[in-house]
Every structure is written in structure tokens, then in C-alpha cells.
């Protein structure tokens, strides 16, 4: 088997297109090989106010961008070139994800946790939903092995919040600067948009293919 480790942040369109771009490879180019996708939070906006941030305000604010659509463009067209539709102009609100983080890893142990990092990381990108509601997040990860009621306790838990931070904190001082980072087999590290060829090409390296 195959171990993935994979960092990311659910507000980061990269990601979604690393999450999308990383299943369609394994489905369409290794459809036999055992992988074991393990979840690690970044976070990019640790300390994003309940109510969010409003996303051209933060292009502006961090990168002086003062056309929101010209800073979407690369992420929405590497998106359309997997076959995913992405129109990042439906979702304008950056929310703290320490509540998202902590569901996934609560996931681990269930098996599911890859499956419903993808379906938070959808729904905030392409329903525009609020993923650091508990309300929002426990109906989302009923379909993921939580009764919905724990699901709903374990977002709102400080100490699971606290767990996700220092899981972050060990995260970026091992050295993951840029997301989605990928490390396969423990051993072949690649990060940001990457293409499929990319994709599959750590993937063939990993699994002692080439």
C-alpha cells in the first residue's frame, strides 16, 4: 500500500484542484494500486474572524490585488483543464477552517477522512457554504462515518481546535510552506499545482514503478 500524505487548507483553491487532480490520477492511471491518503491541516488564516473575511478585501490587503476576478483566473482554468468546474467568484468569504481540521482529523481513525476532506473543501468552494458552521460541517460528515450530534460537538471542541493548531505548528516546522503539498511514500515531496503527468509521475516514483 501506498502511504499519501497530503497538507492542505480548505479555503485554498489550489487544494481543490490538488484534491480533484489527485483522485481523477489514481482513478484513471493506477485504478489497482492500495494508497492510504492521510490528511494534515494548514492553516492559512489562523486567526480569521467567526464572521470570515471578505476575500477581494483580503487580495487587496496581502497581495494589492484590486481585481479579485485577474487572481482567480489561473486556479479556475487549471480546474477546467481536469474536467472540474471552478467559479471562484461564488464563494468571497475566507472562514476560520480550525473546525473543518478537526472533523477530518477526527476522520482518520474511521477511514474516511480523505472523502470528507474533499466533500468540506466542495461545499465551501462550490455551494459557498460557511465550513467552520458546526450545523454546516455535521451534516456534511453524517455521510462520513459521524453520527450527526458528534460530529456537531467535535467541531466546536477547543481542544480538538487546539490538536489541528499543533498538528499545523508541526506541519510548517517540517518544512510544508505551500499548499497542497503532497508527500508519496514518505519520500517523493512535490507542492502546488501540480499537473496530472506530475501527479502521477511521484506516484509511479514512489510505488517503485520506474
Known amino acids: ?9 480548505i479555503s485554498c483553491p489550489w487544494c481543490f484542484v490538488g484534491h480533484h487532480r489527485l483522485d481523477k490520477v489514481l482513478a484513471e492511471r493506477f485504478p489497482e494500486l492500495d494508497v492510504d491518503i492521510r490528511q494534515h491541516p ?13 476575500i477581494p478585501d483580503l487580495l487587496r490587503w496581502r497581495y494589492g490585488a484590486t481585481d479579485p476576478k485577474a487572481a482567480f483566473v489561473r ?14 467568484s461564488h464563494q468571497l468569504w475566507a472562514y476560520r477552517t480550525q473546525p473543518a481540521h478537526g472533523l477530518i482529523l477526527a476522520a482518520r481513525e474511521r477511514g474516511t477522512q480523505h472523502r470528507l476532506a474533499v466533500a468540506i473543501t466542495d461545499a465551501y468552494f462550490l455551494k459557498a457554504k460557511n465550513t467552520s458552521d458546526a450545523d454546516v460541517l455535521a451534516d456534511i460528515a453524517m455521510a462520513h462515518g459521524f453520527e450527526r450530534q458528534e460530529a456537531h ?12 493548531e499543533q498538528e499545523a505548528a508541526q506541519s510548517a516546522a517540517a518544512g510544508v510552506r505551500s499548499v497542497p503539498h503532497f508527500v508519496f511514500g514518505g519520500r517523493i515531496a512535490i507542492n502546488g499545482g501540480r499537473s496530472e503527468d506530475e501527479l502521477a509521475s511521484a506516484i509511479r516514483q514512489a510505488a517503485g514503478m520506474t
Do not use: K, N
Not at 42 to 54: I, M, Q, S, T
Open 1 to 9: 500500500m501506498l502511504q499519501i500524505d497530503l497538507f492542505t487548507e
Open 42 to 54: 494548514v492553516l492559512l488564516l489562523p486567526d480569521a474572524p467567526p464572521e470570515g473575511l471578505y
Open 75 to 88: 486556479p479556475e482554468a487549471e480546474a477546467r483543464a481536469s474536467g472540474f468546474d471552478l467559479d471562484l
Open 153 to 164: 460537538a467535535i467541531a466546536l471542541d477547543p481542544e480538538q481546535h487546539r490538536r489541528v
